[in-house]
Structure formats: structure tokens, C-alpha cells
């Protein structure tokens, strides 16, 4: 058994907030803010709330706007979080129908029955709820016989799940595995943090891992795959089961995402490089053997930085193309989005590189070729 990538999968949501749209309610959340804490700003009780900027956002980060499933919410400064519906336990839950989306795109590309699909991994950071699995939801959904589940490795869950996808068929466990990748970060993210309220937006992902004796013929070769974890708090969410408060932004800031992000930048980014550079080695393949780096989307500066160090001098676009700028950080889809969107243009034995990193520390690299 030979485990290939077959096929992927995106869906988008229809709305967007540029960075313009995102700071002006910002800015007014903080002007309200400090109104109502006008007395206790002047007796030096608390900090006045200070404005956050577009070109600060876009220096930093290269974030210029980001997908959200509810944009009225996250933009109203009355309200600062998304406003999603609870469902009922006879609809099919939002991250599941997402992921649906995705994973159709990714079974029509390959060709596949979802009759013919052997399990389901929903690999993902934010998940709908503990139990049952959201896996199982969007098997039950699309019609998929034998087993699912759900694992969250924070950003890194994509290529985790690849690899477990990939273990599955080298084990015969499974012929094809359908990883899905919702992420509805809005959800998460601390919209009234001035230092993170624009990083995150919301995509779902799809990626379909197959034997090669059943995948199409323009299917990607995974030429090797390796993955690392080493703990860290500097980037973390403290919301679970054991602590039902309802998290607001500014009752328990640590139930949604906080992280030392300077810290995050300057650790991860050598944990990073030396992970591919020694599995170049291990794989007998030169930098310039890898046409393109599909680098995990959270910052432009970090993934030039990682890029040069690997490729030796910076990536052009072409090299290490970016969804950031329009995305922003969607988390575990980041990486395959680039991937989906930036490998059409492959030829035959040409290879590259899948990467993602995140909270953990977590990093998971997964190496291609194209078939065909
Ligand atoms: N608007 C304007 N200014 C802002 C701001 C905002 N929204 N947010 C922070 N600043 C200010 C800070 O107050 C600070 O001011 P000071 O120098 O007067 O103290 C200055 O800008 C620099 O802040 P800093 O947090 O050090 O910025 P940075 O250059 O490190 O960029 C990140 C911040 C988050 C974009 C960057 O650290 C990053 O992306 N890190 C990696 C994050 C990551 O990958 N996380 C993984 C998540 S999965």
C-alpha cells in the first residue's frame, strides 16, 4: 500500500472584513470602551483602550482581510464576537456542514463515491463540541461507511492528519481517508485584543489520501512526512469542559486564543526550518529539488524567514506563494489552502513542501511530488 494524496477541497465563506472595516469597529469598541470606564481611567485604575491600526496590521502580520460566516458580529462594536445560531441536534452542526463543502469539492476532483471512501478524520482546532465527532457528522453526511474521528494538533492538524491518513493505508487499515479541516476561528478569537483581533478567519479544507493503486493519475507521490511537538504556553486557549463560564472577551480573555506572539515568532521559526532542513537530509533531497514551500499561514515575515533559511535566500511568490494577505490565519487550513489554490501549474516529478506550525508547539511537514 502506497498512500497518495488524491485530491483537495476548499470552501470560503461569502463574507469578508478588510483591515479598514476590522479597525474602524475596533477603534469604536475602544472609544465606548473608555467612556464607560472614564472614571476609573482618570483615577488610574485601568488602562484607556488604545486604537489599532491598518498599517500596523499589514506590517506585522501581511493580513490585508479575512473570511468570517458572520460578519455583522464580528464588526458591531456592541457585540465583538460572531453570532452563529445554536442548531438543533437533528441539523447537521455548522463546522460539519463546512466541512461537507470542502470534502465534496476534494471527492468530485478525484473522482470518488463517498461509497467508496474507508474513514473520515476531522483534523481541526476548533471543534463544534466534545462528543459525538464531527467526523462522524460529515460521514454520516455524505454517505461514507466505516470509522471517523476527530483530532485537534491547533494549527499543525492538517498535516497530522495527513500523516495519519497516509499511516492508515500503509497499515491497510483503509484505501481512502477523507481529512477535513473546518475551522471557524472567529469563534475563538478575542475580537477586543488589539494585539490579535485581526489574525484569524474562518475557510474549511479538504485533503482525500488514497492507496495509489485507486487514486487518479495526476494524484501527488508523499515522499515523506514527519511531525514534532514540544510544549509551550505562548500560544493557548484554556476553554473546556471543566470551565463553563461563557467566555467573553473581557470576563475570561484566557477561555479564547491569547499567545506571547513575539515569543511564538522567534522560537518557532528555528524549530521550523531545522525540522525540514534534517528531513531534506533524511529524504536525500537538495532545497532547490523542492519547486514550492506551502508554508502554514500566520505570518508573511515568519514564513519569509523560514524560507530563507531553508531555501537559502528569500522565496519569491512563486516559491512560497501566500493566502494570508486575503485568507489571514485560518489555522490548520492555512497551508493546505496554498496548496489547493498554488499546485495547479505542477509538472510531473516536480516536489514541494506542505508545512504547517502552531500552538503545541506543533510542526508537521509533508513532502510531494506530482504524479502523472
Ligand atoms: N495596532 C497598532 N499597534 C499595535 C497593534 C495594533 N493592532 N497591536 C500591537 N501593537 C503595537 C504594540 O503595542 C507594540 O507597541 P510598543 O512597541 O509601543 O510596545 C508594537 O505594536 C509591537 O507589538 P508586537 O506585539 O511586538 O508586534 P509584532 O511585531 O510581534 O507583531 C504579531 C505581532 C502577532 C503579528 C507577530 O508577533 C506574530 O505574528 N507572531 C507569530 C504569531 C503566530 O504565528 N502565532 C501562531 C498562531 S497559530
Redesign the pocket.
Known amino acids: 500500500m502506497k498512500p497518495v494524496i488524491s485530491a483537495t477541497g476548499l470552501w470560503t465563506p461569502p463574507e469578508s472584513v478588510t483591515n479598514a472595516e476590522l479597525v474602524e469597529s475596533f477603534n469604536a469598541w475602544a472609544d465606548r470602551w473608555n467612556a464607560e470606564h472614564e472614571a476609573d481611567i482618570a483615577a488610574g485604575l485601568v488602562e484607556a483602550k488604545t486604537h489599532?491600526?491598518v498599517e500596523?496590521?499589514e506590517k506585522?502580520?501581511g493580513i490585508k482581510s479575512r473570511y468570517v460566516v458572520d460578519k455583522s458580529g464580528v464588526t458591531d462594536p456592541a457585540l465583538m464576537r460572531p453570532v452563529i445560531p445554536e442548531r438543533s441536534n437533528e441539523e447537521i452542526s455548522i463546522l460539519a456542514e463546512i466541512a461537507v463543502k470542502a470534502a465534496r469539492q476534494a471527492l468530485e476532483r478525484a473522482g470518488r463515491d463517498p461509497k467508496d471512501v474507508d474513514a473520515v478524520i476531522c483534523a481541526a482546532s476548533n471543534m463544534q463540541r466534545a462528543y459525538p465527532a464531527m467526523a462522524i457528522e460529515v460521514q454520516e453526511a455524505l454517505g461514507i461507511e466505516g470509522f471517523s474521528f476527530d483530532m485537534n494538533v491547533?494549527?499543525s492538524s492538517a498535516t497530522f492528519g495527513i500523516q495519519t491518513a497516509a499511516d492508515f493505508v500503509r497499515a491497510g487499515h483503509a484505501k481512502s481517508v477523507l481529512m477535513v479541516n473546518p475551522e471557524i476561528t472567529s469563534g475563538h478569537l478575542n475580537w477586543t485584543d488589539?494585539?490579535?483581533h485581526?489574525?484569524f478567519g474562518d475557510v474549511a479544507t479538504a485533503v482525500l489520501v488514497e492507496d495509489e493503486s485507486i487514486a487518479p493519475k495526476d494524484h501527488w507521490k508523499i515522499l515523506g512526512t514527519q511531525l514534532k511537538t514540544k510544549f509551550s504556553n505562548n500560544?493557548r486557549n484554556n476553554f473546556g469542559f471543566l470551565n463553563r463560564a461563557d467566555p467573553s472577551g473581557e470576563g475570561a480573555p484566557d477561555k479564547l486564543f491569547v499567545?506571547e506572539?513575539?515569543k511564538?515568532?522567534k522560537e518557532v521559526v528555528p524549530m521550523v526550518s531545522e525540522m525540514i532542513i534534517t528531513e531534506l537530509d533524511r529524504l536525500s533531497l537538495k532545497p532547490e529539488q523542492l519547486r514550492r514551500l506551502w508554508l502554514h499561514q500566520?505570518?508573511a515575515n515568519?514564513n519569509r524567514l523560514i524560507s530563507s533559511k531553508v531555501l537559502g535566500h528569500e522565496a519569491s511568490d512563486d516559491e512560497s506563494p501566500t493566502v494570508l494577505d486575503e485568507y489571514a490565519?485560518t489555522?490548520s487550513a492555512g497551508s493546505i489552502i496554498a496548496f489547493h489554490k498554488h499546485s495547479a501549474d505542477f509538472k510531473p516529478g516536480e516536489r514541494g513542501l506542505i508545512c504547517s506550525f502552531?500552538?503545541g508547539y506543533s510542526v508537521g511537514a509533508v513532502f510531494v511530488e506530482k504524479a502523472g
Open positions: 489599532s491600526s500596523f496590521i506585522a502580520s491547533a494549527c488589539r494585539d490579535s485581526f489574525i500560544i499567545q506572539g513575539r511564538v515568532f500566520a505570518n515568519m490565519n489555522s502552531g500552538a
